[in-house]
């Protein structure tokens, strides 16, 4: 469906409060809640809905916000998002697909996938009791094109195919020129939220500066759309493992392959599409071959996953390989003068725990209370950065341990537990009808401590030489580390890495 872009001559100038550029799921639902204020406001999006995006895995913690954004600035269909059962319900026409909880399976070179009755080699655990209730695989072409439409029936102007050239501020007001079909336009606006997702316009028209400095984690991700994959639980019954006791399908997870290399993201969607991702750790293995053959030769060396693909083709959208370069990034700034970088524009760490959505949007959720409060001095903007600088190098620490605890899965599973509790304790708090500050509740010194320590030890073992009975050790400290943030039974034996629900009544 095409959108509806309201008429203009060449010659106006549009004058809103608010600019935001960049149309993703960020961009629009700042957008409709800034208008739901009051605001007047101007959306830019250099593509054309609906367009590929990346970024699909849904947490309880997105789900969560959602629905306190839907009933804050009267927008009901951000609740329709936030479950799976609703969602289908209201919008099945839009893409998406279950996501019972987080799966991950080790694989080694050559070898065929391994486990046993104890499930040693396989770790489920799920977010919600059921289907009804579970988070989403959001197919972002469709989630981000419905939200577009969102946006200008609320009225919001969506400027499609649209590049802004230049950026001038004077007299307390942002002079925006944009380009569009060979025309030139402006807007005169108060602010500009940049929700671009990259560096790139927050460096060309405010001078901040982007880098990977000081990331434990070094990664990159070759990432693509299947159709025709096989499923992975026929995979496993088919060559008899016991999935009896599975919490849920792990085809209905954000299914994780771990390879020596980095891992692989498995994310389907109800129209048997399949989002794909090889996740390659730079600290040990870096890529440089041609797209293609770099996907053949990394499958093809884990049989058990080469086997899901014996049918798949690319989807005819992206239709391609599509290469990240470094995942980690952050600005030296997220605001200035009259300007604000949503978070991921400012700064992002790795696909892997999916940490992206719920991120996102509690960082629109802080900027979106900035607005509603009018607090636009120096000082709520340095303390609003200082957050999202916690958040990220928490999310880095949780990730960095669990890439450095890959070649033992037991430890691996250790390390994460540290994203599940504090997860755990974000739901519990804003349970308690608390919103905490920071995402994954990055300003609590305690828990950002058990983080820190545990990464700490981690780092040391895996320098020392993995030895498997370090490994032992550490996990049981890891065990009574989390053990006052662990009301779900994290790390207990008897479960036999079979979690049947961690986010309690969601
Ligand atoms: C490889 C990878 C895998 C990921 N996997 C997950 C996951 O499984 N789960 C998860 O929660 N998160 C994941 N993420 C993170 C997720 O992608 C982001 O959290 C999410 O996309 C942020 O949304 P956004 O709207 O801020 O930005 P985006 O989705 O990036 O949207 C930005 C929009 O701005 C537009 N734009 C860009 N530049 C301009 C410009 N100059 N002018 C106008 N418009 C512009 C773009 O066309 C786009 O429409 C992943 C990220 C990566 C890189």
Same mark, same amino acid.
């Given at each position: ?114 486990? =046993? &009755? /104890? $499930?040693?080699?396989?770790? %489920?655990?799920?977010?919600? +009791? ?6 989403? @695989? ?89 159709? =025709? &994959? /096989? $499923?992975?639980?026929?995979? %496993?019954?088919?060559?008899? +493992? ?6 849920? @399908? ?90 604000? &970088? ?165």
């Amino acid at each position: 469906m095409q959108l509806q872009e309201m008429n203009r001559s060449d010659s106006n100038i549009t004058e809103v409060d608010v600019t935001v550029v960049g149309s993703g799921f960020a961009g629009t639902i700042a957008a409709m809640c800034l208008k739901q204020m009051g605001y007047s406001v101007a959306v830019i999006e250099r593509g054309k809905h609906p367009r590929f995006s990346i970024g699909e895995s849904s947490t309880p913690i997105a789900d969560m916000i959602l629905r306190t954004l839907s009933e804050s600035y009267n927008l009901p269909f951000l609740k329709t998002m936030s479950r799976y059962g609703t969602w289908q319900k209201h919008h099945p026409d839009v893409v998406c697909g279950l996501k019972r909880g987080f799966s991950y399976y080790p694989h080694k070179k050559g070898e065929w996938f391994e486990s =046993n &009755a /104890g $499930h040693e080699n396989e770790l %489920l655990v799920a977010a919600s +009791f059921d289907d009804e209730n579970s988070d989403t @695989n959001w197919l972002r072409s469709d989630t981000d094109h419905f939200l577009a439409k969102k946006v200008v029936e609320l009225g919001v102007e969506l400027w499609e195919e649209s590049e802004v050239t230049s950026a001038e501020r004077e007299n307390g007001n942002w002079n925006l020129h944009y380009q569009k079909g060979g025309k030139t336009f402006s807007i005169q606006s108060k602010w500009i939220i940049d929700a671009t997702g990259s560096s790139h316009f927050s460096n060309t028209f405010f001078g901040a500066n982007s880098s990977p400095d000081g990331f434990e984690t070094n990664s990159s991700a070759v990432f693509t759309h299947f159709e =025709n &994959a /096989g $499923h992975w639980l026929d995979y %496993l019954t088919q060559n008899e +493992f016991n999935t009896n006791d599975y919490p849920y @399908n792990p085809d209905h997870s954000a299914l994780h392959q771990l390879i020596e290399e980095g891992w692989i993201w498995m994310l389907r969607f109800n129209n048997d599409r399949l989002s794909v991702g090889i996740v390659t750790d730079h600290n040990s293995h870096v890529i440089n071959e041609e797209l293609a053959q770099y996907w053949n030769e990394i499958i093809s060396q884990y049989p058990s996953v080469e086997k899901i693909f014996d049918n798949a083709q690319l989807t005819p959208v992206p239709g391609r390989f599509i290469h990240s370069g470094r995942l980690q990034r952050k600005l030296n700034k997220s605001y200035g003068d009259g300007w604000f &970088a949503l978070s991921h524009t400012y700064g992002f760490v790795d696909p892997l725990h999916s940490t992206g959505i719920a991120y996102s949007l509690c960082g629109v959720e802080r900027i979106l209370s900035q607005f509603k409060q009018r607090k636009f001095s120096n000082s709520e903007n340095i303390i609003s950065q200082d957050k999202l600088d916690k958040e990220l190098r928490l999310i880095d620490k949780i990730v960095s341990s669990s890439y450095l605890s890959r070649p033992h899965f037991k430890l691996f599973g250790a390390s994460v537990m540290l994203y599940f509790i504090t997860s755990i304790r974000y739901e519990q708090s804003r349970l308690r009808g608390e919103i905490p500050d920071t995402f994954l509740c990055a300003g609590d010194s305690d828990l950002i401590a058990i983080v820190e320590e545990t990464h700490s030890d981690i780092k040391k073992w895996n320098r020392s030489g993995r030895d498997p009975q370090a490994a032992e050790s550490l996990i049981s400290v890891i065990r009574k580390r989390i053990a006052p943030y662990n009301p779900v039974g994290l790390m207990d034996p008897a479960k036999k890495n079979m979690y049947s629900h961690t986010a309690i009544e969601l």
